[in-house]
C-alpha cells in the first residue's frame, strides 16, 4: 500500500525571511476608517477576503482597525462580501 505513496518534494518554496513593515505606521496614519475605500482595498485579495498580517506585514493594532473597517464597509455595501470570477 505504501509503495505508491511518494514524498512530496517542495518546489518553489522560499524561506519567508524578508520582514515587512507596516505601511500605516510609515505613512503616520493613526485612525483607519471605513469610508477610506480606496486604503481598505488595498488589504484584501482578488476575490475580497481580508488578506493576513503575515502577509501584509501589519502591525497588530492596524490591523486589527483595518479588519473591523472592511467589515463595517461590508455591512454598509460599501464593499464585497466575495467577488465571484
Ligand atoms: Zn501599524
Do not use: E, W
Not at 520582514?19 to 484584501?44: A, E, M, P, Q, W
Not at 497588530?60 to 465571484?84: C, E
Amino acid at each position: 500500500m505504501a509503495v505508491f505513496q511518494k514524498k512530496r518534494v517542495k518546489k518553489n518554496k522560499k524561506p519567508y525571511n524578508k520582514k515587512l513593515s507596516c505601511s500605516l505606521c510609515k505613512n503616520g496614519i493613526s485612525n483607519v476608517s471605513y469610508l477610506d475605500i480606496y486604503r481598505l482595498k488595498r488589504f484584501t485579495s482578488r476575490k475580497g477576503k481580508i488578506i493576513s498580517r503575515f502577509k501584509s506585514g501589519n502591525c497588530a493594532k492596524h490591523q486589527k482597525q483595518i479588519s473591523v473597517a472592511i467589515k463595517r464597509a461590508r455591512v454598509l455595501s460599501l464593499m464585497p462580501y466575495l467577488i465571484k470570477d
